[in-house]
């Protein structure tokens, strides 16, 4: 999409090649791919118009730069406006203590998950969470909570009896300050913008519990119906930040700028999966790179920052460039990768990948590969060579699978050693097409 | 086939409300002209229809503005809707039986977007009806949603098959396929898990359900229907082609209509995959299910009386 949107604008100004200056005239058809990209995105027609205006004012008058195109030009100048607009505020929640955390959203939009996934964001950081139920209507909803903080080890409220909810905030409050908690988080019902009652109730319940901070739980793949949304619940709850959720997915996540523009209000966190590890700081250069089509690798590094040793990291890189990698490193490798969340939301963010499908359970075969190397001795792993078939025979009995599936393990390894090995002599192309060849055929999860 | 969907005649009385209220001006008395026109256009895009059927709209209003310079808001509306009508013709679909009981339904679709409200709404549909139904809880994988079924299917007194977060939803499938055979139930309704369509292995956990109940009927399931959330973007299309290539939809229902979204991203799933329109979710109540009327939806849409 980003090439394409690019390939637009470049062919929406070829002419501008001999024009020393951008004017509103030789602008016009590209401003309207610009346009029509954002409206594809889910960006609300408003804000599409606004911001191509607002694009539009800073284009003119501007050298047409002789070293990139004036497509080029425009991309960086579009990427930055919404890199500002997108990154406005600070993504740092309140530093009070205890924090008070009201979540509030549509039907579905993903509050639940996204209580727990904050409950444990915080705990990492050093906080007491303690979640409360508010949500007395969806079936089984207290228990979905309940669920997520045992499994999260956080503490936990909930009334299965009472249907008042301020009351029930109120009680939670209570209860969780009484625990010694000073991360507290209120999950509630979801409710349309409309619904007079629930909006009136979730006014009560934020009254009554006076919550530091008011977040906005919003789906990514909204449409333009995100401003309604915003604005009405904006009204009456003051919100102080939004969540994006099921960035895993992929939906542009257009309805994020509408939700900005609408209500101002900082974006803090993106959820990236199911997992309650699914769950990142928001950064706007990533969104706006989405926004516009170009994929989201920076997410991807960061995850792996988080979650991965990085001295363990570093020699691993090493290794790669050197193309010295045995199978004890791609364990390692292995277990590392897994601590990264699951596969699917891995590949989302690599550009261009994220429609991929992975091979038939991918994770499965992962943990086979796994019980493979590990049914290795030592020296086996460190010279796969000496790999014979009384040896391949032996190890498919310990890990308990089929010598053919060691035997396919060895040569996909030796398909990954070459690779290395021609990465190493800057044959990075002849690696894509190899690896383009491995897809679908069980390749490598992880690589 | 559904006696009582009579009381749904004035279905989307809700939806109309709603929608009336926010193009009112848009559609009011006052002539068309261009800069009406501009905004009409605008509006148009919040419907999320996409810019296929928003430029058919546009091209035929124009036209018609352009022979009578006098046209009216009203009757600018009313060209809008005739085209979304010319549109959806044929996108009505009414719920069949198939030949040998059960008939099989599967919920599919993203996170959240309504398919276990979405099942029990039916189940309770159907029972009105006078058919017997059972439910399946093959959403194994999300915290409390056995649960969440379980519970509706006290509230409306249907049984279900159900096991525990983690089982193995295809077996979940089978046995209660097992159970609906033994009861002679008309109907198996089976509730699935939230995937995003981009996540190869629980689409392969979708493909292992339909074999497993192709062993106890080959012929299951009947019915496969993608639950759309209406407030959600252009994605719902890109959702639908890829649930559609690697499971082989039948149907469409789309939830949370009784919000101020319009749900247009159905009709762009209509034109691209010709994949028909069940039912309509307007509440969260059990009664909130209605089937579709592309005739009533389309005014609904231009806030036209119905
Ligand atoms: N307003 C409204 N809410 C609905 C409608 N259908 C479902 N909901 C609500 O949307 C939320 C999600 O519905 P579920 O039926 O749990 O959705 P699901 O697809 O089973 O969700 P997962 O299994 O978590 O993926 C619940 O709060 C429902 O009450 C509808 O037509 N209108
Ligand atoms: N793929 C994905 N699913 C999510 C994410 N956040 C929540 N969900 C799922 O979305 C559905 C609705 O979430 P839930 O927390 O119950 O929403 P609530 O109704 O707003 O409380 C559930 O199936 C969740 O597992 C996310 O970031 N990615
Ligand atoms: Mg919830
Ligand atoms: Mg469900």
């Known amino acids: 999409m980003f090439e394409s949107l690019t390939d637009k604008l470049s062919s929406a100004l070829r002419n501008l090649r001999g024009v020393g200056k951008l004017s509103e005239d030789n602008m016009a058809d590209a401003l309207k791919e610009v346009r029509t990209a954002l409206l594809s995105a889910d960006v609300h027609f408003k804000v599409a118009r606004e911001f191509v205006e607002r694009v539009q004012a800073q284009c003119v008058g501007q050298e047409v730069i002789k070293s990139v195109t004036p497509g080029q030009q425009i991309i960086k100048i579009i990427h930055d406006e919404l890199v500002r607009l997108l990154g406005e505020g600070t993504t740092d929640l309140s530093p009070a203590r205890p924090l008070k955390v009201l979540m509030a959203g549509l039907h579905g939009s993903g509050k639940t998950t996204s209580t727990a996934k904050l409950g444990r964001l915080l705990k990492k950081r050093g906080y007491r969470p303690f979640v409360i139920a508010c949500d007395v209507y969806r079936p089984a909803a207290i228990d979905q909570l309940e669920i997520l903080a045992k499994q999260e080890e956080l503490g936990f409220y909930g009334d299965r009896v009472s249907k008042d909810v301020p009351a029930i905030g109120a009680a939670g409050l209570a209860a969780a300050q009484a625990a010694g908690a000073d991360a507290i988080l209120f999950d509630t019902a979801g409710r349309l913008q409309i619904d007079a009652d629930l909006i009136e109730e979730v006014k009560k319940l934020r009254a009554r519990i006076q919550p530091d901070e008011v977040l906005l739980v919003a789906d990514g793949a909204l449409g333009q119906e995100a401003v309604n949304v915003a604005k009405a619940f904006h009204d009456a709850l003051q919100l102080t930040g939004l969540i994006l959720t099921k960035l895993d997915g992929d939906a542009r996540g257009g309805a994020a700028l509408s939700i900005k523009s609408i209500t101002g209000v900082p974006i803090k966190f993106v959820g990236t999966g199911e997992k309650v590890a699914d769950f990142d700081t928001f950064y706007p250069d990533r969104l706006a790179s989405r926004i516009l089509g170009m994929g989201d690798v920076v ?125 190493k002599g800057g044959g990075a192309k002849k690696m894509m097409r190899q690896m383009e060849g491995m897809k679908g055929k069980g390749g490598f999860p992880g690589f | 086939m559904f006696g009582l969907f009579k009381k749904f005649k004035d279905g989307l009385a809700k939806t109309v409300a709603a929608i009336t209220e926010k193009t009112h001006g848009l559609f009011g008395g006052r002539t068309i002209d261009a800069s009406s026109l501009e905004t009409l256009e605008e509006a148009l895009f919040t419907a999320d229809f996409g810019v296929a059927t928003t430029g058919e709209i546009l091209t035929e209003i124009k036209a018609a503005s352009r022979k009578d310079k006098e046209l009216r808001g009203q009757e600018a509306a009313a060209i809008g809707a005739a085209v979304l009508r010319r549109v959806l013709t044929g996108s009505e679909r009414a719920l069949t039986a198939a030949p040998t009981a059960p008939t099989v339904i599967v919920m599919i679709g993203v996170n959240g977007s309504g398919k276990t409200t979405t099942s029990a709404k039916l189940g309770w549909l159907l029972k009105q009806d006078g058919k017997s139904v059972m439910l399946a809880a093959c959403d194994t994988f999300r915290a409390a949603a056995v649960e969440q079924l379980k519970s509706w299917a006290t509230r409306l007194d249907l049984p279900i098959v159900a096991s525990h977060t983690g089982a193995d939803a295809a077996a979940v499938a089978f046995d209660a396929w097992q159970a609906a055979k033994a009861r002679g139930c008309d109907y198996l309704i089976v509730d699935t898990a939230g995937r995003l369509h981009t996540k190869g292995h629980l689409m392969d956990e979708l493909a292992k359900i339909r074999r497993v109940l192709q062993k106890n009927d080959p012929t299951a399931p009947h019915h496969a229907w993608l639950v759309v959330d209406g407030s959600l973007g252009t994605n719902s299309i890109e959702q639908a082609r890829v649930f559609h290539k690697s499971f082989g939809l039948t149907g469409l229902v789309v939830t949370k209509l009784d919000g101020t979204s319009r749900g247009g991203a159905i009709v762009g799933i209509w034109r691209e995959l010709g994949l028909p329109i069940y039912f309509l979710g307007l509440g969260e109540q059990p009664e909130d299910l209605q089937p579709f009327s592309a005739e009533n939806y389309a005014k609904a849409v231009f806030g036209l009386e119905t």
Not at chain 1, 341 to 355: E, R, T, V, Y
Not at chain 1, 356 to 364: R, W
Request: no cysteine.
């Open chain 1, 299 to 423: 997410s991807l590094v960061e995850r792996a920052q988080e979650n991965i040793d990085q001295k363990e990291a570093e020699k691993m890189a090493e290794k790669l460039r050197k193309a010295d990698f045995n199978l004890e490193d791609f364990l390692a490798q292995l277990q590392q990768v897994k601590k990264l969340g699951s596969m699917q939301s891995i590949m989302g963010m690599m550009p261009g990948m994220s429609g991929v499908a992975l091979p038939d359970d991918a994770e499965k075969q992962m943990a086979r590969t796994e019980a493979i190397i590990k049914s290795m001795t030592l020296q086996e792993r460190r010279k796969p060579d000496v790999l014979n078939g009384n040896r391949r025979l032996r190890i498919a009995n310990g890990a308990g699978v089929k010598v053919l599936e060691v035997n396919q393990l060895m040569k996909q390894f030796q398909q990954m050693q070459k690779m290395m090995k021609m990465l």
